[in-house]
């Protein structure tokens, strides 16, 4: 297993209908990693301010998450800001502080140049670009973006479209980068930009994982109490990156079961806020839902 | 096989973002008929109006569908408009015309009070309720009802739900009978609200079944062109009660495979106005329908 992620690490402040926290740990690379943790070993690119605690990075340590490559820069640590309504479904964007994040410059250390598993997580496609230029030759790159850079960086996210080889968006950002309402043509034409396979998140509807050889559609692990749905797409992500790092190989077949892992461990996430749900539960957990997943959806 | 549905005839007038078309065939009934018959034979109670096209009648006979439940009242044939907003998942009634419909007093012809599968459209409950008792001993009874009911006759409503085995229900109607806001609690509170099994209907997202032995979810079949969803829902319905009807048994492994055909089935309705889609398939489109959808979802 070698798994490395590069992306946020982050405060963040979320209201949901039934409870409010304030700088609870966040970041897309952390939920990413507490999510691939339960499949083996991850090591973590990114950075933080000099207000980043100590102790949460040795916690980090602690469950399993390589931090060498987490720089502290002087500054404050990216912040968020967010709410959500009733429904889960719509967020609002309350505020949003990049802080050292604004001037992230990736260092992957020496060490982990060659790790053959890369997950790039949302961040300005020249930065992602730039992490994935160090890595030697990785054999599973997948990228995740955001609407604000389909909107303004997009010839240099098509470019990094051209180097990954998987993509995992939401439906709103493949409806943008596609120009195409249908979630099934969208996915055709972003398959057309590059990657061997797409992936759509569909939230609590789910998720589509749609390649060169290969079709899957997955509905979401039903959740009775959702708590906070911050990271479940990154989380996702952790479980689907982590999966495949563990078998390693990229077959249909392992990628139709990493969606059902990915999927799973997202269940987790939203049961807590910040990192808590997945902190509770560990690879037995993981197992039982994966398999009672399987059996959910299994015709 | 015999199957029996009970519901409306209408004309529809139905505005999508691309076409407008006036007058079309409509009505639950006539849905769920054409979706069932491509399992085999169905038959229908119901009401029309002086206005409807002995040719229309005929058409159906043609097509399999037995109208000899089919009542001529004075007056015109029940009329629905509505205008379908470009996320296809927001539909505004434009007009609702009862005519006939609205003192339809279900006559269920002798030869066919021992139908073994039973399908109770969307009516007003008492309604619903009048048909089923004329029923022998059917084997299987499922309904579906509407907002409107669920707001002023719930209580012929739960009663009707003590005497029927299965309900088939959109999420707002779930959300609203059950007064849960998670779709899996709604389902569960439903289920002890008599029914031995429930299916939650999510549109694009796929549906639900939850049973007392039996869980299944499963995503919709991926259409590239929708052109009218109208009557998806009662197309769903005549593919899942017309494989149960076909192969005589209600199984967990029969309502699984009931959830891929009434998914298929749904999926040509949308795909033409009116009955359109669903007239221009037959069983071996169906049947390849049911496969493909059977291997994107298989784990």
């Not at 990413?32 to 980043?52: K, M, N, Q």
């Not at 992230?104 to 496609?125: E, I, S, W």
């Not at 808590?276 to 015709?299: M, N």
Request: net charge neutral; charged share 25%.
């Amino acid at each position: 297993m070698s798994l490395l992620a590069v992306g946020t690490l982050a405060f963040d402040s979320i209201e949901t209908p039934f409870e409010k926290r304030t700088d609870v740990l966040g970041g897309s690379a952390t939920h990413f990693a507490y999510a691939a943790r339960l499949f083996g070993p991850v090591e973590l690119v990114g950075v933080i301010g000099t207000d980043f605690p100590e102790e949460t990075l040795k916690a980090m340590s602690r469950a399993g998450i390589g931090v060498r490559g987490v720089e502290t820069a002087p500054g404050k640590t990216f912040r968020w800001a967010g709410r959500y309504e009733a429904d889960w479904n719509t967020r609002h964007t309350l505020d949003t502080q990049l802080n050292v994040f604004e001037h992230f410059d990736p260092k992957v250390p020496t060490a982990q140049r060659g790790a053959r598993f890369v997950f790039l997580a949302n961040a300005q496609p020249e930065v992602q670009m730039r992490a994935l230029a160090q890595m030697r030759a990785p054999e599973l790159v997948v990228c995740d973006t955001m609407n604000l850079w389909i909107d303004i960086k997009l010839g240099a996210l098509e470019e990094l479209l051209r180097k990954v080889h998987g993509l995992v968006v939401n439906e709103e950002e493949a409806r943008m980068l596609s120009g195409r309402r249908n979630l099934f043509q969208a996915a055709k034409v972003l398959l057309a930009k590059g990657p061997r396979f797409v992936i759509l998140k569909k939230g609590e509807h789910g998720a589509f994982l749609l390649g060169r050889d290969v079709r899957f559609a997955l509905p979401s692990y039903p959740v009775e109490d959702v708590v906070d749905p911050t990271g479940a797409g990154d989380s996702f992500a952790g479980g689907f990156m982590g999966h495949l790092a563990a078998v390693g190989e990229v077959t249909p077949a392992a990628l139709r079961r990493a969606m059902l892992c990915g999927t799973a461990t997202a269940s987790f996430c939203v049961e807590g806020f910040s990192t808590e749900g997945l902190e509770r539960t560990d690879r037995k957990g993981l197992d039982a839902r994966v398999a009672e997943l399987a059996s959910l959806v299994t015709p």
